[in-house]
């Protein structure tokens, strides 16, 4: 509990407010490497994942390498760049940008795989190219699973940004790493708090981002899916009520 208390203290003091180390200079730090990440990782992901989701051709291949990735320890990646191509921003980026990808790609050829095949082929009847049923119908029904990929992607860089602190580099695994030396416990659990808070954060505003570029029709959609099917229970309930009503009556 005074840990606890001397963590706020250290959060509230003014001191912690002003200079190179100041909180709000490593909150943007790590704003500014996440936004790279997440723009790096789409600029290769979501191309892959749209064509594999549009064409339904490298699906074996796109389930199989985001598996590959998500299985490789990070602490342990970033370590092998920073020895490959020296200490820097580069070395943690190209690691987090590869740990980025694997939600992005699956976010993207899932989110087009689950429009529904009869609005693909009735945009097709109507004349429509490959590129505008693309760009016209699936990507708008699949926002929301796409959008839901760069959240997974955005809440990962957040939290792995602060273990490439153990490089020279800024952010708020800065707080941890410096402070883990001498002890310094309260600020410390400060960085860990301050890192959660921009995780929740991130997540709170992906989370509208995602509601908002859903289609109304497919929010419409699936609200009627859900009352229809509660419907369809309430329906089957009353009817196993009345069977039993009858065979009591016998």
């Known amino acids: 509990m005074n840990q606890l208390f001397a963590t706020f203290a250290w959060l509230l003091d003014p001191a912690h ?6 909180i709000q200079v490593r909150v943007g730090e790590q704003v500014e490497y996440t936004l790279l ?7 290769i992901a979501l191309p892959a ?19 590959v990735l998500r299985a490789l320890p990070t602490l342990g990646l970033v370590i092998l760049l920073a020895l490959m191509v020296g200490l820097g921003l580069l070395a943690p980026l190209i690691a987090l940008v590869i740990l980025a990808i694997p939600p992005i790609l699956a ?13 693909v082929d009735a945009a097709r009847a109507l004349g429509m190219t490959g590129w505008q049923v693309l760009w016209k119908v699936e990507i708008p029904l699949s926002l929301s699973l796409i959008t839901g990929g760069l959240r997974s992607a955005a809440l990962q860089a957040v939290a792995t940004w602060t273990i490439a602190a153990i490089l020279p580099l800024g952010g708020l695994g800065r707080y941890i790493f410096d402070a883990l030396p ?17 995780a929740l954060v991130t997540d709170a505003l992906f989370a509208l981002l995602q509601k908002v570029v859903t289609p109304p029709g497919v929010r419409a959609g ?28 016998r």
């Open 17 to 22: 407010y002003a200079g190179p180390d100041a």
């Open 37 to 43: 990440t997440l723009l790096l990782a789409s600029i």
């Open 49 to 67: 994942g749209l064509a594999i989701g549009h064409t339904g051709r490298g699906r074996t291949l796109g389930v199989q390498i985001p598996a």
């Open 107 to 119: 976010g993207a050829y899932s989110g087009l795989e689950s429009v529904d095949r009869e609005t």
């Open 182 to 198: 001498v002890q310094d416990y309260p600020k410390m659990l400060a960085g860990s708090m301050l890192v959660i808070a921009l």
């Open 222 to 249: 699936r609200a009627s899916l859900v009352r229809a099917k509660t419907t369809h229970s309430h329906a089957r309930a009353a009817l196993f009520r009345h069977a039993s009503f009858i065979r009591n009556e």
